[in-house]
């Protein structure tokens, strides 16, 4: 049988997240058979890492990671570079399975309690719901129009009037709609890098995912498309939750919520940004948020 993961991830839509706060787990798991009581608070972890060791061939990128990841928050991932951010970014939506020789050799990983590495998880729904920004905006080379509505054609839905309206909301909540409603159907490589990037996050909202993971999404910006993006970031938080990897310090402190700091493929401290900034655990966050290392 194929676990369907939209049907074990709720609230799937940001539109109906208010009216359904309590995320319903998975039938088909027996770790998570019983249903939320209706009217229970919201769990609030979304993603749960438990003990992951991952590897590249025969090297090990990632060693006995234990993280909770929380719901409508912003977490920023920080650290050194090859401290395997990026590494367990793509692992919460099974991108690595795209690289040769990869395997997550022990742990799991669950989103809404249901293990995303069982073989029977549809993983094409799961990149639908985990959505990913990339460091280097990647438009198609396609008009904006068709760059919004790619995902939602290979769903089968081609009624204009859905997808107009889809494109529309889609542009103004990536707070770029103003900027390119004149120009639809021109392409999305003629926009500015600042452009490009946030027609890529209009593109990932636009399949409304419940999480969306952003590498490095402003490292080719200049200061104002960077605070275009940060804005965004900002209204976006309301309605998904967000991971992003940054490795501006400031800007993980301006964004986020909580901070995972990572040091050779471990998880050194993860809690509150403001504590990781002011006050850290430990001493290698703090020489690494002090600029002391990395
Ligand atoms: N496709 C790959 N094949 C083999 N090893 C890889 C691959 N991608 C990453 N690695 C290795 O895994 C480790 C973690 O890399 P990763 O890209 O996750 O680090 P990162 O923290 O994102 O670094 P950066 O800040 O430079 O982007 C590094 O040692 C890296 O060399
Ligand atoms: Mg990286």
């Given at each position: 049988?194929v676990?369907?993961?939209?049907?074990?991830?709720?609230?799937?839509?940001?539109?109906?997240?208010?009216?359904?706060?309590?995320?319903?787990?998975a039938?088909?798991?027996?770790?998570?058979?019983?249903?939320?009581?209706?009217?229970?608070?919201?769990?609030?972890?979304?993603?749960?890492?438990?003990?992951?060791?991952?590897?590249y061939?025969?090297?090990?990128?990632?060693?006995?990671?234990?993280?909770?990841?929380?719901?409508?928050?912003?977490?920023?991932?920080?650290?050194?570079?090859?401290?395997?951010?990026?590494?367990?970014?793509?692992?919460?939506n099974?991108?690595?399975?795209?690289i040769?020789?990869?395997?997550?050799?022990?742990?799991?990983?669950?989103?809404?309690?249901?293990?995303?590495?069982?073989?029977?998880v549809?993983?094409?729904?799961?990149?639908?719901?985990?959505?990913?920004?990339?460091?280097?905006?990647?438009?198609?080379?396609?008009?904006?129009?068709?760059?919004?509505?790619?995902?939602?054609?290979?769903?089968?839905?081609?009624?204009?009037?859905?997808?107009?309206?889809?494109?529309?909301?889609?542009?103004?909540?990536?707070?770029?709609?103003?900027?390119?409603?004149?120009?639809?159907?021109?392409?999305?490589?003629?926009?500015?890098?600042?452009?490009?990037?946030r027609?890529?996050?209009?593109?990932?909202?636009?399949?409304?995912?419940?999480?969306?993971?952003?590498?490095?999404?402003?490292?080719?910006?200049?200061?104002?498309?960077?605070?275009?993006?940060?804005?965004?970031?900002?209204?976006?938080?309301?309605?998904?939750?967000?991971?992003?990897?940054?490795?501006?310090?400031?800007?993980?402190?301006?964004?986020?919520?909580?901070?995972?700091?990572?040091?050779?493929?471990?998880?050194?401290?993860?809690?509150?940004?403001?504590?990781?900034?002011?006050?850290?655990?430990?001493?290698?966050?703090?020489?690494?948020?002090?600029?002391?290392?990395?």
């Amino acid at each position: 049988m194929v676990t369907a993961v939209h049907a074990v991830m709720e609230p799937l839509s940001p539109s109906s997240a208010a009216e359904k706060p309590t995320p319903r787990l998975a039938a088909a798991q027996p770790a998570a058979a019983a249903p939320a009581k209706p009217g229970a608070p919201a769990a609030t972890h979304l993603i749960d890492i438990d003990n992951l060791d991952f590897f590249y061939g025969a090297s090990q990128a990632l060693h006995g990671i234990n993280l909770k990841i929380e719901h409508q928050k912003v977490t920023a991932f920080i650290g050194p570079s090859g401290c395997g951010k990026s590494t367990l970014l793509r692992c919460f939506n099974r991108m690595n399975d795209l690289i040769e020789g990869t395997r997550v050799a022990r742990g799991t990983i669950k989103i809404h309690g249901v293990d995303i590495y069982q073989p029977d998880v549809d993983v094409i729904e799961l990149r639908k719901r985990v959505g990913m920004v990339f460091q280097k905006s990647n438009p198609f080379p396609k008009s904006i129009y068709e760059n919004i509505t790619y995902g939602l054609r290979l769903q089968g839905r081609n009624k204009k009037s859905e997808l107009d309206e889809i494109v529309e909301r889609s542009l103004r909540g990536a707070a770029l709609w103003d900027e390119v409603k004149d120009r639809l159907d021109q392409s999305g490589l003629g926009l500015s890098g600042g452009q490009q990037q946030r027609l890529c996050i209009a593109r990932a909202i636009a399949v409304e995912p419940e999480v969306i993971l952003m590498d490095e999404p402003c490292s080719a910006l200049d200061p104002v498309a960077t605070a275009k993006v940060e804005e965004l970031i900002q209204e976006l938080r309301t309605r998904y939750s967000i991971v992003i990897v940054t490795h501006n310090m400031q800007q993980a402190a301006r964004v986020s919520d909580r901070t995972a700091f990572f040091y050779l493929g471990k998880l050194i401290e993860y809690a509150d940004t403001r504590d990781i900034f002011t006050n850290p655990a430990n001493p290698q966050t703090e020489a690494y948020v002090s600029g002391r290392f990395g």
